[in-house]
């Protein structure tokens, strides 16, 4: 039922004490956005989410380059990060991407550690988990918390499906359609839909929501499957799919990547477009819609 407003809650008819002190006519109503199952999945994969990219970023620093196709090339890597010796004998941190090298110190390659001293390694160590080098822990991490996220992502799936979540509040109707590029100019200039309007998810954030349950999560988990022996014995046609282990290693990095760009993008809408709203519709569900605004003056 998140997204669209299903349930009239709460209808608030009279304008508030500051508001009549001001002469606005306040009214709205609170309407019921997000199921508890939505939200309760939703903050689920956060935690989730969160504790998978640090433990990859640990595994991926055991060795800091990705390579396309069945074996690695370490000549000739799409992309790496390591620490480097310039002939002045200073070490730097060098992002090399597709050929392409890059200063990246302090962030990549080499970076403080907790106690202040330069660390080789990828990633720094406030973004890994553990936040020492252990190949070993970062997979323990990794597996366990990749198998809860898929069970968490099943969940919300069959539900989404069963209740129609999906399909009523995620799939844009053809009008919607037609009006993408009035809605991407008014996301552009920061402007979001008021009144009756915002009572569902606008064309772009349904577009978003889409791919990314459909097709970007479910991506990175089968890149993330393809890379595991046991699996390849037993369905070696995931691997072929992805082209190989080095490509299925390489695709689940930009998946992963492409994820942390939504949830930047994702946390800074939230923000600018009403954020205490928007934060008491995915803890409790109940979001509030203006329905008049104006003022006697
Ligand atoms: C791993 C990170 C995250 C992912 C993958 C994610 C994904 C999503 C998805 C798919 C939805 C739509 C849910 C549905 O209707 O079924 C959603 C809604 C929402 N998320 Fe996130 N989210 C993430 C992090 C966050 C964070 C950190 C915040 C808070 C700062 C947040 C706040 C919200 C809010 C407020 C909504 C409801 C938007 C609305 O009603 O218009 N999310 N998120």
Redesign the pocket.
Known sequence: M??SAQQLDQVRDAPTAPDQRRGDRRRGRLIY??TAL?RA??WI??VF??ILLMSGLQIFNAHPALYWGEVSNFGDPALSITAQRTEGGASRGITTVAGHQFDTTGWLGLSKDATGRSAARAFATWATLPSWQSLAEGRLWHFFFAWLLVLNGLV?LLF?LLNL??WR??VPSRQELRGIGRSAWDHLRLRFPTGEEATR?NVI?KLS?LV??LVL?PILVLAGLAMSPRLDAASPELLTIFGGRQSARTIHFIAASM?VI??IV??FM??I?GVWN??R??ITGR?WIETRAGTDA
Do not use: E, P, W
């Open positions: 998140s997204g956005r997000h939505v999945t939703h994969n956060v989410l969160t919300y989404g979540h999906l509040d995620m998810y954030q929501y990314l349950v999560l994820l939504f949830v994702h946390v939230v923000l477009s928007n934060m519709s995915i979001y």
